[in-house]
């Protein structure tokens, strides 16, 4: 009932956003119902409440300062996450993000930038685990327009990611990431851009995937998740018509396992070694304004990912979404969505035993209604399922929301 209240107090507060405004702070409030919150098979953990209902309280400022040709974007949240029935996955969650877009004379810009969040993992791949991830993010670019219709520019990133679950603390990462970037932009306002992509991803800590005995000893399994991946792509945005744009990326991608064997656990350890993945990859997508009310989002993907799995050496991920907009009246708006993907768990050459293919599903849907232009309510419902190959992992889920978003 208190969150009720709450809500109908956000209603009350008056709404004073304005086009323009630096600075503007903002206040969320969501209540949501899952009827699997941990994503689990129909037949694990027999005897544990599967669903459950928790409140989610977002506030903030979001920061546009502009001074000269300069600009300064920034952005401060605070999340508190309240669970009606499991208390112990209370959460309290940070975003912070600043941002300086800079320009140089009229040929040389870019921007510099750090972020710095708090999170909570989601209950899809992990279950009965309550993990938050401490996540640092410092970036940089520039590029320089040495004609009309010509740019060259590269970036760096670097992102360190921290687990608390002592369970996923192989997931720990330090990752560094760099491109080149080519862009030539057509005289439709098209851009086509080729890029080479540099990946040096280190995990600190060795994942344990299981035991072997090897007379007279039993040994602890473990694997190297690091990498260097190197990718050469092709990406470009393509306006068809007024009421078309298309997106695509296509390249090659090459990653490299470093398989080093960090802690022997006192010669108690041996290491399984991960598989390298070559293979090609890509996305597209389209955005197509059917009329001057409605907007068809369709997108389709092909890229690697993270193994976790003892049998996999390499993840691969294929999918594809679909999402609809209706501006059914001047302040009432329909969404729908759709999601498909199937993962890959790619084994190692010559290997025999099953290798898991996951399928999985998801749906949504939601009606949003904004009474001021700077109040939007939103009601919805979501669905999915994951159908696996491998025993367990099997899911299905359906979940309820209502969220109350102002803006001052």
Not at 189 to 210: E, K
């Amino acid at each position: 009932m208190k969150w009720l209240l709450a809500g109908a107090m956000l209603l009350a507060l008056p709404a004073m956003a304005k086009e323009g405004d630096t600075f503007r702070p903002f206040v969320s409030l969501g209540y949501f119902y899952d009827s699997n919150l941990f994503r689990l098979d129909e037949n694990e953990s027999p005897g544990l409440q599967r669903d459950d209902r928790y409140a989610l309280l977002s506030a903030g400022a979001n920061v546009d300062w502009k001074p000269g040709r300069q600009q300064v974007v920034a952005n401060l949240t605070k999340t508190l996450i309240r669970y009606d029935n499991n208390a112990y996955l209370d959460f309290d969650g940070d975003d912070m993000q600043a941002t300086w877009n800079w320009r140089l004379g009229n040929r040389l810009s870019g921007n510099l930038g750090a972020a710095k969040s708090t999170s909570q993992s989601s209950f899809n791949d992990i279950g009965l685990v309550n993990n938050q991830v401490d996540r640092e993010r410092r970036y940089g670019r520039a590029e320089w327009e040495f004609h009309p219709r010509w740019r060259i520019g590269g970036g760096l990133e670097t992102t360190d990611n921290t687990n608390s679950a002592p369970s996923q603390l192989s997931q720990n990462v330090q990752q560094q990431v760099q491109d080149v970037v080519l862009t030539y932009r057509t005289p439709k306002g098209s851009t086509l851009r080729s890029q080479v992509r540099r990946i040096d991803a280190d995990f600190p800590n060795q994942q344990t995937v299981g035991f072997t005995f090897v007379f007279p000893s039993f040994f602890t399994v473990v694997t190297d998740n690091s990498f260097k991946q190197t990718e050469y792509n092709l990406l470009g945005d393509w306006r068809l018509s007024g009421k078309l744009t298309l997106r695509g990326q296509a390249g090659w991608v090459d990653r490299q396992y470093k398989n080093e064997l960090k802690n022997d656990l006192g010669g108690a350890a041996v290491l399984s070694e991960r598989e390298d993945f070559s293979g090609f990859t890509g996305r597209v997508s389209a955005d197509w304004y059917a009329t001057g009310k409605t907007l068809l989002s369709l997108a389709a993907y092909r890229e690697p990912g993270g193994a976790t799995d003892i049998n996999a050496s390499s993840l691969l991920k294929t999918g594809a979404s679909l999402n609809g907009v209706w501006l059914m009246r001047e302040k009432w708006r329909l969404n729908l969505g759709a999601t498909y993907e199937n993962r890959d768990y790619k084994g190692d050459p010559g290997t025999t035993q099953l290798q898991r293919n996951d399928d999985t599903l998801g749906s949504s849907v939601s009606v949003s209604y904004t009474p001021h232009r700077a109040v939007a309510i939103d009601l919805g419902a979501r669905a999915g399922s994951r159908d696996s190959n491998f025993t367990g992992e099997d899911y299905s889920f359906h979940s309820l929301f209502a969220n109350v978003r102002a803006d001052f």
